[in-house]
């Protein structure tokens, strides 16, 4: 598959460089359906908002790219979306020494883990809907 056409793509901000003005998200990716809820839902709010949020890479902050962990230490705001109550997403950033604004965990929302990679645009919206309102409601102002 060619990416020559980018046009067709939507193009995101570099987020090392525009780190200090972006909201930057961590994310559960596990191989169960709130894993894969988390990563959904940093991928809607990263397209909803693109010059405000940005998901960018845990695994890289996990295996301590220093790019990463200045992208995140450098942040207009840390949001960490964790799959269950293992909270992986949290736990890396902490441990990296990096701060988190706001973090939720779609486990605890009432969604039940199942061993499916297969999620609802219901459960996504629920837990996207519970960022918005509850964070990043203030930065939309």
């Known amino acids: 598959m060619s990416t020559s056409g980018s046009s067709k793509y939507q193009l995101l901000p570099h987020c090392a460089t525009h780190a200090k ?25 990263t397209k909803t908002f693109p010059n405000l949020v940005r998901m960018c890479c845990l695994s890289a902050v996990a295996a301590g790219s220093k790019t990463h962990l200045d992208i995140f230490k450098n942040a207009k705001a840390v949001i960490a979306v964790n799959g269950c109550q293992l909270m992986c997403a949290s736990n890396i950033l902490k441990g990296k020494g990096i701060s988190i604004t706001y973090e939720v965990v779609v486990a605890k929302e009432g969604i039940n883990k199942l061993p499916s990679l297969d999620f609802s ?9 519970k960022v918005v309102n509850e964070f990043l409601s203030k930065y939309l102002k």
């Open 21 to 45: 003005d972006l909201i930057i998200v961590a994310t559960c990716d596990g191989a169960s359906s709130t894993g894969q809820i988390g990563n959904e839902v940093a991928r809607r709010l």
């Open 121 to 129: 645009d219901e459960e996504v919206s629920k837990i996207a809907d």
